[in-house]
């Protein structure tokens, strides 16, 4: 079900590129034989008769699209001017669940009758169907009998009520193993329809979080599951998100998990929002869903879904609904708060208007190996350019001593060694500042009377840096494990190892001193910051036996001292650790220290 994307309709501004009012710029969408949009992504709201009629009242309008089952209620909807999809919310009752699936022989019928049953609700031919939705979406292969037999179940039903013309959307929750032998179901299933990853978030922690970090980590999330699928094979216009509002009091009932005050709970469905028209618009995503309108018990009762559901709308397309009316005087109504609002030609933006172009990380790529290495390196030398002040004149007599020493004086022979490492003159001087403000870091620690080592200095400055970036498609500095942290570890990549020449340096730093680690169902292994400032990361290894042969274990350098294994427990490991420089030296193992998880 490839869907076409509308990324270049963008609304373009003064030079900066945003997203807020994006929808409402575009032109009029043409839309298929149920009403529903038949370009870009498709957005389908939750319509069952759950749902409150002051909320049904927000929703049913033009230019939305409503789930919901039956005929009355879709058929109210669409009076109203609102388009209709159809709703499944009992999946397990037509394929049944992956340690009971039902009997093969019965899909058939049942994609047979369901598709009646859609297109009698929507009043059209070829409905879009919401399936909620798979069960099992993360067991590992290989899968048990029952279970492929359930997978084998719900893709014949998508399969079967394509066949009539339907559109049906398979909604994913968890964290879906998309990995090995799993990837070839889900190529089969984009083939027939659509996958929709449910991405729901908890009010409160993004809420705390803030505009910049609670935006980016709503992304981030969506991303990251998403990404997943796209390796796996799937096409990014066959996949979609689910958007969670459940709008209840009541901590644990999910979604807005109780947050007050209310204009608290309406900033974060509009940061969800946006952030889920930005995630579409650059991945071109088929649809996007919301869910959580209904009120399914005292647990869910929410004054104030109306307007959730208002502000919903109008953050995604201002001309829906009145969003700054509904959210009250007291609601922050800035559709670019936190959002990714970058001029033209620019990648990164920092704090205090530091910017890194798309060309510079461009032309760094192709000799950084690592399109991420050059961002990295070209963030670090942003960062530190104002805290460590190291002059022209340095920098040039650094090369003439490498041009003296290893090239007989020779500057063409110079400027060809670089080219031969796909290098230039203006690349090389870059990481001589680099190396250069590093050795001058020690002196600098000193006269502030800092107790930390240069590298540890560095990794707090470039950590903190992180926290107020904003970047296209959020292609940021550094790593971090998505929905659990906002700290991002950034690499110091060691690429005068590329240009050994620059600096002659053969001095390996000294080895770390590795502790032992505290009995733990993993392996938690933690070391001592190194002292020298030209320390680029770590390698961590891992043998059966005393004293090796060992074995790598991780296959990029560990920026922080600290590693997490998972050997098979009860069974002893053995660790040693080592330090790497910028010109890639390698220093000595550490001292060994054993593991045994816990069972």
Not at 13 to 38: E, F
Not at 156 to 167: D, E, K
Not at 467 to 476: G, K, N, Q, V
Request: charged share 15%; hydrophobic share 45%; net charge neutral.
């Amino acid at each position: 079900m490839q869907r076409i994307g509308l990324l270049g309709l963008v609304a373009v501004c003064a030079g900066s590129v945003a997203l807020a009012g994006g929808y409402a710029a575009r032109g009029a969408a043409t839309t298929d034989a149920c009403g529903v949009p038949d370009t870009g992504t498709v957005w389908i709201d939750y319509g069952e008769g759950s749902v409150r009629a002051d909320t049904r009242a927000v929703l049913a309008r033009p230019g939305v699209v409503i789930a919901a089952s039956g005929t009355a209620l879709p058929a109210s909807y669409r009076t109203r001017g609102a388009a209709s999809a159809y709703f499944v919310s009992g999946l397990s009752k037509l394929v049944g669940q992956p340690s009971t699936p039902a009997d093969p022989a019965t899909i058939g019928s049942a994609a047979d009758a369901l598709y009646a049953k859609a297109s009698a609700s929507t009043a059209c031919a070829t409905p879009w169907i919401g399936l909620n939705e798979l069960a099992g979406s993360g067991l590992p292969t290989p899968w048990s009998a029952t279970n492929a037999q359930y997978r084998s179940n719900v893709l014949a039903l998508m399969q079967g009520v394509a066949a009539h013309g339907a559109h049906p959307v398979l909604w994913v929750p968890g964290n879906p193993n998309v990995a090995g032998d799993a990837a070839a179901w889900w190529q089969q299933v984009a083939q027939t329809g659509g996958i929709a990853y449910e991405s729901y978030y908890d009010a409160n922690r993004i809420s705390k979080a803030g505009a910049l970090l609670g935006s980016r980590r709503v992304r981030l999330g969506m991303r990251y599951t998403l990404n997943g699928f796209v390796r796996a094979g799937v096409p990014a216009g066959d996949l979609g998100l689910v958007l969670g509002f459940h709008s209840g009091l009541i901590a644990g009932a999910g979604g807005r998990q109780g947050l007050q005050p209310r204009e608290a709970w309406l900033r974060v469905v509009k940061w969800e929002t946006l952030g889920a028209q930005r995630v579409a618009l650059d991945m071109h995503l088929g649809s996007v869903w919301s869910w959580g309108w209904g009120t399914f018990g005292p647990g869910s009762v929410d004054a104030d879904k109306a307007a959730a559901a208002c502000v919903y709308l109008w953050a995604r397309n201002q001309s829906l609904c009145d969003g700054r009316a509904a959210g009250g005087p007291s609601f922050n109504a800035s559709l670019t708060e936190g959002q990714i609002v970058l001029p033209a030609g620019v990648l990164c933006n920092l704090y205090g208007s530091r910017r890194i172009r798309n060309a510079d990380v461009t032309m760094l790529a192709p000799f950084a190996g690592v399109r991420s290495y050059a961002l990295d390196t070209l963030f670090a030398r942003l960062v530190f350019r104002s805290r460590v002040q190291v002059g022209n004149a340095d920098v040039l007599a650094v090369e003439q001593q490498a041009i003296d020493r290893d090239f007989g004086g020779d500057r063409a022979a110079y400027v060809t060694a670089l080219t031969q490492e796909h290098a230039t003159v203006a690349i090389a001087r870059g990481l001589i500042l680099d190396e250069l403000r590093r050795r001058a870091l020690p002196a600098l620690l000193t006269t502030q009377d800092s107790l930390e080592t240069p590298y540890q200095w560095e990794q707090d400055v470039l950590q903190h840096e992180t926290s107020t970036m904003i970047c296209a498609r959020d292609e940021l500095p550094g790593t971090s494990i998505a929905g659990t942290t906002d700290v991002r570890s950034v690499a110091i990549v060691p690429l005068l190892a590329r240009l050994p020449f620059l600096f002659d340096d053969t001095t390996p730093p000294a080895a770390p001193v590795l502790t032992i680690p505290t009995p733990a169902k993993t392996v938690q292994l933690q070391w001592s910051w190194p002292s020298e400032p030209d320390v680029a990361g770590f390698n961590v290894f891992r043998a059966a036996i005393p004293g090796g042969p060992y074995t790598q274990l991780n296959t990029v350098p560990v920026v922080l001292p600290q590693f997490v294994d998972t050997p098979p427990p009860g069974v002893p490991s053995y660790y040693v650790v080592r330090a790497i420089d910028t010109s890639g030296n390698q220093s000595d193992p550490s001292n060994e220290v054993q593991g045994i998880p816990t069972t």
